[in-house]
């Protein structure tokens, strides 16, 4: 029972997700983006999938940090990329299952990086590797709302490239 209601849940927080790359300030991307990871928090730990669930819970409080950065000098922090990812290295270890739970520890630490970046051009191209590492984080756990998130993303960053970034290359 608690799986099914997790993959529910995991299908809410992939529209949400699906919907934050059609987004055209960096801002927007980062709060859809920290309200499909809590969504997604309750969802991997709802399947047993702690090392997606652990990486979803500190990647929202992430991009809440990044989404309110240049408001304040604690998230302007020009450390936040390095420490996130040490967390999301050192968090990895004890939620460690089997060598599927790199994967979103791969994920994590290049999007901590990326989305740093203010740039929505950047964050869509660079967010194709951490969508392809969680795509096979997911089909492992039989994630079936993650498994279609990330087909979802993939199709979202490619039409976000297209309809956002490449107008701007041909203007």
């Known amino acids: 029972m608690l799986e099914t209601i997790g993959q529910i849940i995991g299908f809410v927080a992939m529209g949400i997700i699906v919907f934050s790359?059609?987004?055209?300030?960096?801002?927007?991307?980062?709060?859809?983006?920290?309200?499909s990871g809590l969504l997604?928090?309750?969802h991997y730990l709802f399947l047993?999938?702690?090392?997606?669930?652990?990486?979803?819970?500190?990647?929202?409080g992430r991009s809440a940090i990044y989404a309110n950065r240049g408001k304040n000098s604690f998230c302007s922090a020009k450390l936040w990329p390095v420490i996130f990812s040490i967390v999301f290295i050192v968090s990895g270890i004890p939620t460690w299952l089997n060598?599927?739970?790199v994967f979103p520890m791969i994920a994590m630490v290049v999007s901590s990086i990326v989305l740093w970046i203010d740039s929505p051009k950047i964050n869509r191209a660079f967010s194709i590797p951490t969508s392809a590492c969680w795509l096979i984080y997911n089909?492992?756990?039989?994630?079936?709302?993650?498994?279609?998130?990330?087909?979802?993303?993939?199709?979202?960053?490619?039409?976000?490239?297209?309809?956002?970034?490449?107008?701007?290359?041909e203007k």
């Open 21 to 35: 790359y059609q987004q055209k300030s960096h801002k927007s991307i980062l709060t859809f983006q920290m309200v």
């Open 40 to 42: 997604f928090t309750v």
């Open 48 to 60: 047993g999938a702690y090392t997606g669930c652990i990486s979803n819970l500190i990647g929202a």
């Open 99 to 101: 060598v599927f739970s």
């Open 139 to 169: 089909i492992a756990n039989l994630s079936y709302a993650g498994i279609a998130t990330e087909i979802f993303v993939l199709s979202s960053i490619i039409i976000g490239m297209i309809r956002l970034d490449r107008k701007k290359t």
